[in-house]
């Protein structure tokens, strides 16, 4: 028999699948039984979301980096506590505005009637989050889902179990269950939760799991947000100077350890200027981690099974006899899974460096012989969440971002389109559909409901027509 006090003692018990259905019961009965909430209730949903961000950076750095190992402080306070707030705060913002009825023009018949658009909330929001990025990508769509007037239920990644549970954490000690609840469970857990009959889903991570979670949604009608992952591509234009280029990729592929879904993943280069580039990004990896194994700002490989696969394409490229250049021994940081820049030139096609997402510090570098090359080499793969174009010239831009096709585009940088609080971001094909952030983020996650108002006595104008006894449909046009 366990005592009271053994009981205490045990680790609290693991979510039961159960208690999902009965949140989720709640939360629709909650919803329905009162009106949508006021501006500035939501407004007050958001500020307490920002301030346990604020007030908890520390603890949050701290989970972060004890999740990875090694995290970069810089890289959690930028992307997991200031991104996230900036983000938060542009919503109390714009919230009016986005709230606020849209005007529609009339239809001539039916003048003086009065249309609108008008945002209504959609119930319960389920919302599924990664472990690349355990802070920011929970809370920006549960964000998302309040202002929009929603309730949220989350199911965090059960790979950041700490920065998970310090945020399940906050988020019970500041919301009702009934208004956002949070779930740190594994994979029996993640599967009944996109099983529930949510009115709307967000889920961000793998193509993989994405095709999971769409057909449970599909079960139940539920409409998805579907942000996945993808090989993104480097375009390098003959104009562009290639130690910038390289500078830059070898910034944005480092950063978080190569684990963002944005990151480029691999790089096409003029044909003949392979080796200038890697030589280039060799130097700039250099300059910004004069090593990388032990450097507390060098961010490691999340876990051991990460770190083998991405290890897996670099022998992989070897044996089929491509060409592999590293900053520093990798050996230096393996027991700490701090995996220096790993350039492979000219990987074959075929390899599975160059068919499944890298999400780490391995960079296929790849030449390009003409235009059209390049753009078919991009455009017969799978869609990518991101393309950069690195260009001087306005009509090559264009002519790049016209021919090949991806989910959002920068232009002479990298990444730094997702924090532009005013662009929405989201995939295509194989990288996702649908997109949050901004007004097409609440958007998503309202019912634009087109609303006719009629006037109440002398209301149906030109709708008499309709009545009969009929007249000619050729009188009327
Ligand atoms: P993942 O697909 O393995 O897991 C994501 C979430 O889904 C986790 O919470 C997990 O518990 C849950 N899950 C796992 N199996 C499930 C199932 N059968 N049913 C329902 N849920 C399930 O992804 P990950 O490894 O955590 O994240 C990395 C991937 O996410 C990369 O592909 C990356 O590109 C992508 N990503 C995309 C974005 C974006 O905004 N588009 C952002 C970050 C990461």
């Not at 991405?310 to 250049?325: D, F, H, N, P, S």
Request: overall charge positive; glycine content about 8%.
């Amino acid at each position: 028999r366990t005592t009271e006090k053994q009981r205490n003692d045990q680790e609290p018990p693991a979510t039961e699948v159960t208690e999902l259905g009965e949140i989720f019961a709640r939360q629709r009965a909650a919803f329905a039984g009162t009106s949508a909430p006021s501006l500035q209730e939501r407004k007050d949903n958001l500020l307490k979301l920002q301030r346990l961000v604020e007030q908890n950076r520390l603890i949050l750095v701290e989970a972060a980096n004890a999740d990875f190992g090694t995290r970069a402080a810089f890289e959690t306070e930028m992307s997991e506590i200031v991104g996230t707030i900036s983000i938060i705060r542009y919503m109390r913002r714009n919230l009016r505005s986005w709230m606020a009825p849209r005007r529609r023009s009339v239809s001539i018949w039916y003048r003086p009637a009065k249309n609108r658009v008008e945002p209504r909330p959609l119930g319960v929001v389920g919302v599924v989050s990664p472990w690349n990025f355990p802070l920011h990508l929970a809370l920006i769509p549960a964000a998302t889902a309040l202002a929009a007037g929603n309730r949220v239920m989350l199911k965090v990644s059960e790979f950041t179990p700490r920065t998970s549970a310090v945020l399940k954490r906050l988020i019970e000690e500041n919301f009702s269950r009934d208004v956002f609840y949070v779930t740190d469970g594994g994979g029996e857990v993640a599967s009944a939760f996109t099983s529930l009959p949510f009115d709307h889903l967000l889920f961000t991570g793998s193509t993989q799991v994405g095709k999971i979670v769409a057909k449970a949604a599909a079960d139940n009608l539920t409409p998805v947000t579907l942000e996945l992952g993808g090989k993104s591509p480097v375009i390098v234009d003959e104009d562009y100077p290639i130690a910038r280029a390289a500078a830059t990729v070898a910034w944005a592929k480092l950063y978080n350890g190569g684990q963002v879904c944005i990151s480029p993943d691999y790089v096409l280069v003029p044909r003949g200027r392979e080796k200038e580039f890697a030589t280039a990004a060799q130097e700039a990896a250099r300059k910004l981690y004069p090593k990388a194994a032990g450097n507390p700002e060098y961010t490691a490989v999340l876990n051991e099974r990460h770190y083998d696969r991405i290890t897996g394409y670099v022998t992989e490229a070897k044996a089929l006899g491509a060409e592999v250049i590293t900053v520093e021994d990798p050996e230096l940081g393996r027991s700490r899974r701090q995996l220096p820049l790993t350039m492979i030139i000219n990987p074959p096609v075929e390899s599975t460096v160059m068919t499944d997402e890298i999400f780490g510090p391995v960079l296929p570098i790849i030449g390009y012989d003409s235009d059209r090359a390049a753009e078919d080499f991009v455009n017969s793969r799978s869609t990518p969440l991101a393309l950069y174009v690195l260009s001087t010239a306005r009509r090559r831009q264009k002519h790049w971002l016209t021919r090949v096709t991806s989910g959002s585009a920068v232009v002479n940088d990298m990444m730094v389109g997702y924090l532009q609080n005013d662009l929405p971001f989201g995939g295509r094909g194989g990288s996702g559909y649908g997109a949050y952030h901004g007004r097409e983020g609440f958007d998503a996650m309202s019912h634009l409901r087109p609303v006719m108002y009629q006037r109440a006595i002398f209301g149906r104008t030109g709708g008499q027509m309709l009545y009969p006894p009929y007249g000619k449909v050729a009188d009327v046009l």
